[in-house]
């Protein structure tokens, strides 16, 4: 697919890119070449290819989910201003 100047010069608008006129039949070339190969692979038969994330089949090992370290809720609720049944007390913020 051929792009033309004027399509470049559209497309670098929408990009809030700047060409220069002299840059402008490389660009126009470059990107013709690029939706070429877009128009080579939509031509592929993907029939019967399963959709996949990654191309491994590889699953995430995953570690047990086990407390490591135990914190003292009532040391560290000393410190603060107010609480009660476990629960720090804030003012209210949403009227």
């Not at 995953?62 to 804030?90: I, T």
């Amino acid at each position: 697919m051929a792009l033309s100047e004027d399509d470049v010069l559209k497309i670098a608008k929408l990009a809030a890119i700047d060409v220069s006129t002299q840059d402008l039949t490389k660009l126009s070339a470059k990107l013709s070449n690029v939706l070429d190969l877009f128009a080579q692979l939509e031509q592929v038969n993907t029939d019967g290819v399963k959709p996949m994330a990654h191309p491994l089949d590889q699953v995430q090992r995953l570690r047990l989910d086990q407390a490591v370290e135990v914190v003292d809720c009532e040391k560290y609720q000393a410190l603060a201003p107010a609480c009660e049944q476990g629960l720090y007390l804030v003012p209210k913020v949403i009227e």
